[in-house]
């Protein structure tokens, strides 16, 4: 079964930048996506980045030109670098995963991804 576990959350300034890392195991397929989710207090989980086995990319619009995201194929490690962070970037951050037929989608779609991590709290202060 897949695992993901993330970490590298924790309280920043407005301004600053942090880096998130989800460390995955017990896929069974080559193909799969990994994305990063985020949940504010009292809002709905959205959508952040997905990466593809291939390096194949979506952000959202949201956070384009502040938050990069990249893969360590080796380590099985999707990475979320994040910078110019603001107060509305806080929240929970989770990695989830969908392997197999599932990996050619591309998106925020919450019920797409089979597999979600435990969440790491980003805080960003003001």
């Known amino acids: 079964e897949v695992q993901l576990q993330a970490s590298g959350g924790g309280l920043v300034q407005a301004g600053g930048s942090l880096r998130l890392s989800c460390a995955a195991s017990g896929f069974t397929f080559d193909d799969y996506v990994i994305g990063w989710f985020r949940q504010a207090p009292g809002k709905e989980r959205e959508g952040v980045a997905c990466?593809?086995?291939?390096?194949?990319?979506r952000l959202a619009d949201s956070v384009k030109g502040r938050f990069t995201i990249s893969s360590d194929n080796a380590k099985n490690t999707v990475y979320l670098q994040m910078t110019s962070l603001n107060p509305e970037d806080t929240g929970v951050y989770y990695c989830?995963?969908?392997?197999?037929?599932?990996?050619?989608?591309?998106?925020?779609?919450?019920?797409?991804?089979?597999?979600w991590g435990q969440g790491t709290q980003v805080t960003v202060s003001s």
């Open positions: 989830a995963a969908v392997e197999g037929e599932g990996s050619y989608y591309r998106g925020f779609i919450l019920w797409k991804y089979d597999y």
């Open positions: 990466i593809s086995r291939n390096d194949d990319i």
